[in-house]
């Protein structure tokens, strides 16, 4: 037993004992090394996988909601439109009534204004309907455009209120 032991002192037995432990060592850290790599891949192929999946399912949501409310913006302009249409002939309406009317009167050598045609700006029950044609249809138009503009306004509003709540349904 003792010669047995005194052979394992030999140093080349240590040696080569030593190196086939840090053979060994080395070959296992190796092995851990690229199971334990190989799992991190796989989870993390895993994470990018779902994001991925999570980020179409988005933005195929986000389609169907920009889908929405171009179809919405799509329809209020059709009204829009339907509405300027109406006002157009209504304005064309008043302004071949208003040229019926008479027209002013250029002014005066004495340089005075012409009678006015009715009882005044003053009167409570004055409706426009004493002016005279330039007058008439001057307001008239400037009327027109201002529903108009208060009819974009509204349309406006609208759909922003629409795309608000869409978004923010969506969010939740």
Request: proline residues 3%.
């Given at each position: 037993m003792i010669a047995a032991f005194k052979a394992l002192l030999n140093p080349w037995v240590i040696l080569g004992l030593l190196a086939?432990?840090?053979?060994?060592?080395?070959?296992?850290?190796?092995?851990?090394?690229?199971?334990?790599?190989?799992?991190v891949q796989n989870v993390l192929e895993a994470g990018q996988k779902q994001a991925a999946e999570a980020r179409v399912a988005k933005i195929l949501a986000n389609q169907k909601i920009e889908q929405e409310l171009q179809a919405a913006?799509?329809?209020?302009?059709?009204?829009?439109?339907?509405?300027?249409?109406?006002?157009?002939?209504?304005?064309?309406?008043?302004?071949?009534?208003?040229?019926?009317?008479?027209?002013?009167?250029?002014?005066?050598?004495?340089?005075?204004?012409?009678?006015?045609?009715?009882?005044?700006?003053?009167?409570?029950?004055?409706?426009g309907a004493d002016l005279y044609a330039d007058d008439g249809i001057f307001l008239t138009r400037e009327s027109h455009l201002a529903q108009r503009v208060r009819n974009q306004r509204d349309s406006c509003?609208?759909?922003?209120?629409?795309?608000?709540?869409?978004?923010?349904g969506a969010s939740q």
């Amino acid at each position: 037993m003792i010669a047995a032991f005194k052979a394992l002192l030999n140093p080349w037995v240590i040696l080569g004992l030593l190196a086939a432990f840090l053979g060994f060592g080395a070959w296992s850290y190796h092995q851990g090394d690229e199971n334990g790599s190989q799992r991190v891949q796989n989870v993390l192929e895993a994470g990018q996988k779902q994001a991925a999946e999570a980020r179409v399912a988005k933005i195929l949501a986000n389609q169907k909601i920009e889908q929405e409310l171009q179809a919405a913006a799509n329809n209020e302009r059709k009204a829009a439109d339907e509405e300027n249409k109406r006002l157009t002939t209504e304005l064309a309406d008043a302004e071949r009534r208003l040229r019926l009317r008479a027209s002013r009167p250029p002014a005066l050598a004495s340089g005075e204004l012409p009678k006015p045609t009715g009882p005044g700006a003053g009167a409570a029950w004055a409706t426009g309907a004493d002016l005279y044609a330039d007058d008439g249809i001057f307001l008239t138009r400037e009327s027109h455009l201002a529903q108009r503009v208060r009819n974009q306004r509204d349309s406006c509003y609208r759909l922003y209120r629409e795309a608000q709540a869409k978004i923010k349904g969506a969010s939740q």
